[in-house]
Nanobody
């Protein structure tokens, strides 16, 4: 089993920045990709970005055009993944979830409890 704990969320003004962190514990040796999802009120959960253990990144197509500039990074030695959100907008308000995927798996196996990001106008 793997446990994921997010931190770094909170209230920020439009145009501001946040850095979300997620630390994995437990059987972390089994983890390949890690990612960040978000879910806004009344909307489906959507991928923001993901990163493999080798450092290959993927950013959701739906997010690239309208989205806050975001950067995902990872520290394998610390079993951690980070998401830097810049130029935040009120529509970025959501619960952000960290997720981890085991090797050779298609979907994400483990999820954090989620962390609130609120962007005020």
């Amino acid at each position: 089993q793997v446990q994921l704990v997010e931190s770094g969320g909170g209230l920020v003004q439009a145009g501001g920045s946040l850095r979300l962190s997620c630390v994995a514990s437990g059987s972390t040796v089994s983890i390949d990709a890690m990612g960040w999802y978000r879910q806004a009120p009344g909307k489906q959960r959507e991928l923001v970005a993901s990163i493999t253990s080798g450092g290959s990144t993927n950013y959701a197509d739906s997010a690239k055009g309208r989205f806050t500039i975001s950067t995902i990074s990872r520290d394998n030695a610390k079993s951690s993944v980070y998401l830097r959100l810049n130029s935040l907008k009120p529509e970025d308000t959501a619960v952000y979830y960290c997720a981890a995927k085991r090797i050779m798996r298609v979907g994400y196996d483990y999820w954090g409890q989620g962390i609130q990001v609120t962007v005020s106008s």
